[in-house]
């Protein structure tokens, strides 16, 4: 078992506290945060508790780090832990500014430690199935993905200004997911985006729907649908089409009932939001965080993966600007 | 083209009528029927009409007639026809009355001219794919059905007296199901009934739910799920389990739209009715006439398809009465 | 009955011929086909025949004309026909030339007599359940469209040539749902294409792969997708995404058996093309002509459409010419 | 946290102590179990280990014992357990033998201390979600309930002759749905069982393929179909028919992913066995057993169901001797 400190028990970060508890593979030996609750869940897991991040990381015994804090500390506290030798457990974003990420390289793209930094949406089962059908070549040779990544509801219109904007935010996943499932680099984007969800959104300078298009230099495309409110729950698919045939990963109701009626046959609805939908890809983040300690595996996504993403969140709010598409 | 001569144009004889006028091969020239709407039709189709079936009959140009009169009268006008050496075609029941087949057994087990009893479900394209995955041994050996025969919703009570009962009337039709998919003759029936839709029906002396159990020499088996009212539409499912997998024959929607919402994914409701739902049966029945016409087709089922299920209704009902098992 | 000739009885036209015979209110009179199939068909349907369009023509009986000839003679039929005071039923494209078609505006835009050009999809009881939904407001206040439109296998390159390119022989159903179903006019459009099916599509000057997007002066959006082959069969399908949610018209596999083995449940695999899977929409054209013939109802489809759907071709061909947004 | 001992880390054992050991509010205190796996397991997650129950239960600080012994030792170790005052979380059987229960009722239905006999099903999410439905009226008044229950390979004959029997080993879980699904005290049940499956079990002296029914005084009927092998995974569906529709729990796919060729679309397959398939309703047990030692909740499931289901069981096994129904 390794000892493991976390940052942060906001929202995300008692999910992951609760995921490092149930691994039997780590033992919570921190928690750095000041909050109240902090203190009680540090009682109710017999672990020690602390507001500086410097004593956690001055004990010999704690193996890895689970950075949970708010997104503007995630690259300073990396950084620390990286520092003091702690393997790093960051969920995404590393940070939300590319040249500050650049100015961080040295650090980050060799890091004295090992950096795990965190996609959900890789450690998703369906959506690991979906990328071994595209390798295996079940579908044949692949030439063109659909995403679909519509929210359940628009966050508070408060939440927008601090949030990174739509693309930064929200489609950011979406570009992890295109760049991870097609076989060649992306060369271009095309992008655009409307307000048609909350007016409140559109005062705050973001945007709530978009539709985007990336192709590579083959001539394989991927499109991306996004909106901040589906009204019908998390709904999260993608569809890969190939020479012979398609594999999809669907949306994934909340159980297997259906109730059959006059007016139809109606399914258990989606899951309500990302905390039930990821719920297995969030445990099996923090077993791969287990197997770097074990040193059986290397990080599947870190700095590289990062800037990546980021970068095409970027050319997508240019190509949004111009009104054309950018070259990659 | 065959001439063709319709007796009857009820509800059912309504349907037979158009599939007549839409079928290629098939030319209808006499309707025999004194209601007004025959008039109509004939003047709309371009046929003659009689209330007298003999005159039809004498029409040494008509070479098939599909019978459609009330039931009671489906014997004496089958027998009529067959006597004028005319090809029929009548929907089953034949007769509700075991006895009353038996003792035509020679003019029907052997007829003067094909007689074509028809089945519709033995018609439908998702049975006789089903039927066709366990010919070909896509499940392994069979060994048991699930059949679910639900109405929409419950005749009326008056309905009730002149239908023949549960069993005559409507597991009829899994009866024919069962001897048609399983591959020996069945050997044992097991039969319940209750009461639960319309307690008019219970004083009519019917019943309106069953679950019914019949067994081969070899030990398979074949389960009859029956009620009057699904509360769902027109539930019609049959599923086979075999030694490598299920092969199942789904409930039909009445289309491929879908809603989802906050509260589940809705898809398209049932078919309303038989009507619907076996639409394409039904045509597929006449072409299978037009075949028999052709000379290029036998009769599928006729004079034995029809007393095979009766025996097996009469059967049942000697179950619930002995509450016992009753051999076969 | 309704006297009605046919010009044309290739694929498309035998196609419609049975449903024009099948039709209880039409009845076919004159085959206008030098082929010799169509002498056979003619005394199947006890119809006459002739070589010469202007012979069927000058019948009095003759009121609707179904123009079922090869696209390059379309318009040049249906301008005989309307010349001749005959409804005309004209399967799109009217022709593949703007110009040309706006050239005969005034006997197009107010024909002599009715010209219904059928655009099959709109007669779909898929797409029109769909459509109502987004009409009725069940999914809310609509904001974008997601259609998917992927042909089974690719034609043969020789018929690339004369197909007017992938925009205006395949796509062109799209823009026409498009335009049907967006609650404004389309202001803009962006299209990318590769040729990733076969090569010899490429060396014809055509493409088998797009991605395009449009968008209203609300910020709605559609995004089409267009294989020239899917390797999964004919998958058609439309997905509507408004503020309470979602409504679809998914693929239509062909019926609704299943198989369940080991690795995985199998649904019946999607029509293998447009004749099956459209097969309900053909006829409901051929209602619609009747109730046009009886004066019950007005073209749903006819000049406007026809040059609606073809702009946005040489829009999107152009867009890709670009490598830009092209303004509608 | 709770201090607990478990007894046994055969299967099953092994999947409870991972589950006791992810639980936050259980504390692993005490193994009792001879193997050598249990001695790594110990290590691994700090707890002491003994051969000796006695020497586990003299442990005060052990509140709870999980009993994952093979069935034969069950009652013997719960007993003991009850006897030390210590509440007892055990999965279903208690016993296989109704009588030996019977013997031992005193301490078992009003135990000295909390007794869980754990049924897996009613803790699955599923099931759970469908007995709300049924409660809460939403497919108005129930009427008949079908269960499938099919396991995916059967048993090596050896294991048979120790397994009680196809009844009590298997279709003892529908019998616990069946009662616990149903409104009233069921009062009939009808048995019909085959040996299709495998000749080593009829020699065995054991069958694998079962049909039954139950009844309820007011005419409500409940069907079971049960197989030892469905070449298909674990298909584990119920279907509740009521007045106004139909509710359902599907067989469960192991993921949401779908592949579509020319043959079909595949979805994933359903779970390979009871482990994947009730993960979730194993941990909602060991939650329910938490709830139990905080003082929350009573034992949902205990020494009544154990009885009523086993002796369900005895009496489908008089059903099949006599070829007739049996009275409860």
Same sequence: chains 1, 2, 3, 4.
Avoid at 237 to 252: E, L, Y
Wanted: glycine share 6%; hydrophobic share 45%; with cysteine.
């Amino acid at each position: 078992m390794h000892n493991i400190a976390q940052i942060g028990i906001g929202r995300m970060g008692a999910l992951h506290l609760r995921n490092v508890v149930a691994n039997p593979r780590l033992k919570l030996t921190w928690i750095v945060d000041p909050a109240p609750e902090a203190a009680n869940a540090a009682r109710q897991y017999q672990a020690k508790i602390t507001t500086s991040l410097d004593e956690a990381l001055a004990d010999p015994n704690v193996k890895g780090v689970v950075v949970a804090s708010p997104t503007a500390f995630h690259l300073e506290h990396v950084l620390a832990c990286l520092k003091a030798g702690k393997a790093v457990f960051c969920e995404k974003p590393l940070d939300l500014d590319l040249g500050r990420l650049k100015a961080a390289e040295k650090e980050l793209s060799k890091p004295a430690a090992p950096l795990f930094v965190a996609f959900n949406r890789r450690f998703d089962p369906h959506f690991r199935k979906l990328k071994r059908h595209i390798v295996d070549g079940t579908i044949g040779a692949l030439e063109t993905i659909n995403i679909i990544n519509h929210d359940p509801a628009a966050p508070p219109a408060h939440f927008i200004g601090t949030s990174g904007g739509l693309f930064k935010d929200f489609t950011i996943h979406d570009f992890d997911m295109a760049a991870w499932l097609m076989p060649d680099p992306l060369t271009e984007i095309f992008a655009w985006t409307s307000c048609l969800v909350d007016p409140a959104i559109a005062e705050a300078g973001d945007v709530d729907t978009a539709r985007l298009l990336l192709r590579d230099a083959k001539g394989r495309m991927c499109m991306i649908s996004n909106t901040r409110r589906s009204g019908c729950g998390y709904d999260q698919r993608i569809q890969a089409f190939g020479s012979k045939g398609m594999a999809s990963a669907n949306a994934v109701p909340q159980d297997a009932t259906e109730i059959w009626q006059e007016h139809g046959a109606l399914r258990a609805p989606l899951h309500p939001g990302f905390i039930g939908r990821y719920a297995e890809a969030y445990r099996a983040e923090l077993d791969h965080f287990a197997d770097i300690l074990d040193g059986k595996a290397k990080p599947e996504t870190s700095y590289d993966a990062s800037i990546q993403s980021l970068a095409l969140a970027e050319a997508a709010a240019r190509s949004v600007t111009l009104n054309a598409p950018v070259k990659l």
